[in-house]
């Protein structure tokens, strides 16, 4: 009987695992929506280089992927380096999608190959930190 209760809150506290990545990705992206009205605000009253504006999306991305890998995989206790591969990608694609829609121009390059290649190697380093931060 001790067997099947243990068995049985074992898969109690599964969540599935595309429900997981889906609930990382969102996460971040919300993340990266706010922290680019901020920015766009800031824009607005300081005079920042054109140069400047590249790397300080880069930066808003990897701290939207950072915590959407963190929040995604706060249950999980394995597999964080393919997890958070795998957010990183959706959230590079969903994230396409969603400012191409504000922008009105769907542009398919290689700077969207770029995107995603930093998105699933940022989103694989936090997952193994988030999961081996968990197992402590």
Known sequence: ????????????NKVPFFATLLKGSL???SICLI??????????????????????????KTISILVGTFYGLKKCKDMGLISGLL???MFTIISFF???????????????????????????ICGIIAVNLRKK
């Open 27 to 29: 996460m971040a992206l």
């Open 87 to 89: 957010i990183g990608l």
């Open 35 to 60: 922290l680019i009205l901020i920015f766009a605000f800031i824009l607005r009253f300081v005079a920042i280089s054109d140069s400047l504006i590249k790397p300080i999306n880069q930066v808003i």
């Open 1 to 12: 009987m001790k067997m099947k209760n243990a068995e049985l809150n074992k898969t109690e």
């Open 98 to 124: 969603a400012f191409s829609i504000l922008d009105g121009n769907f542009e398919f390059g290689i700077s969207l190959v770029n995107d995603c290649l930093f998105g699933s190697i940022i989103g694989g």
